[in-house]
């Protein structure tokens, strides 16, 4: 019988060094993979932390398994995730990049007290980045999602891929030109349909709703290059947010995929830090 952890890392999830003291729940983006989370994961491990970096229901294979999954089915699996972290490890952490911040936000609003800290990487409210075409988002997007085009509709990701780091996207493009099976696990699904921007929209608009309710100590990392979201969504969530504990850390030199670009180092030491200044105060 498999641990209720085990249960809930499914095929490409992870639990590293399971027996530090405190924990932290990682939460990958939308359309991609744990594996995108792992450079942070494991430096997080290596400063003591127990991380968990489970994949989202729908994610890691087909674009037609993706299509049948909905916003709450992404929920739903982390919710379980962190009741099994947290059944383990008296503190627990939750981070989330991109659209993984956003479900890491309706989670600190569901359980309060209970998330001993929040760290928000590249959150996307608004798709305003330089590499976002302005007719796609202000005119095609809408009129797509809002007719029966939504069913049809697909559209596939192109180079920087959120990456700044030249070798890091050029690793990544070898992958997706290979066309394997296990691409999906291994770097996301770069072709997404209208149906899942729909249900990452009605995500988007569950979460605005639930910042003036999320008290948790918050940590905002964003890149002033991101290529996918401005700034523009940090402020937003700094200016809502209802915790009395908010801390922003802009960073350069990098694009969306904060976690595996070139200031993931830089990332991963500003969250321990936040995490342990948490622990502290909780002390």
């Not at 019988?1 to 890392?9: A, G, R």
């Not at 990958?28 to 989202?56: D, N, W, Y």
């Not at 590499?131 to 796609?136: D, G, K, M, S």
């Not at 309710?213 to 969504?233: C, F, G, R, W």
Request: charged share 20%; proline share 4%; aromatic share 8%.
């Amino acid at each position: 019988m498999n641990s209720p952890i085990e249960h809930c890392l499914g095929n490409t999830g992870y639990y590293l060094n399971p027996e530090g003291r405190e924990s932290v729940l990682l939460i990958h983006g939308l359309t991609g993979t744990p594996a995108e989370m792992k450079p942070i994961a494991q430096r997080l491990a290596r400063k003591g932390f127990s991380v968990m970096c489970p994949a989202l229901a729908g994610h890691c294979g087909s674009v037609a398994n993706l299509d049948k999954s909905r916003w709450q089915d992404w929920y739903g699996g982390i919710a379980q995730s962190f009741e099994a972290l947290k059944a383990q490890h008296s503190r627990v952490y939750v981070a989330g990049l991109s659209m993984g911040a956003l479900i890491a936000l309706l989670l600190a609003k569901e359980h309060g007290e209970r998330i001993d800290g929040l760290c928000l990487l590249s959150t996307t409210f608004f798709y305003d980045g330089w590499n976002i075409p302005h007719i796609r988002r202000k005119l095609l997007l809408p009129i797509v999602l809002n007719t029966p085009l939504k069913y049809f509709m697909h559209w596939n990701e192109k180079p920087p891929y959120g990456i700044k780091c030249e070798r890091t996207r050029a690793m990544v493009h070898a992958v997706l030109e290979k066309r394997d099976a296990q691409a999906s696990e291994k770097v996301g699904i770069f072709r997404t349909s209208a149906l899942t921007l729909l249900e990452n929209n009605r995500l988007i608009s569950a979460t605005k709703k639930v910042l003036p309710q999320v008290s948790a100590p918050t940590l905002i990392i964003h890149s002033t290059e991101d290529d996918t979201a401005s700034l523009k969504n940090a402020y937003y969530v700094s200016r809502r947010i209802a915790s009395k504990t908010v801390e922003s850390f802009f960073v350069d030199d990098t694009y969306h995929v904060l976690t595996l670009d070139k200031r993931r180092a830089d990332v991963a030491n500003r969250m321990v830090a936040f995490f342990k200044k948490c622990a502290g105060s909780h002390a």
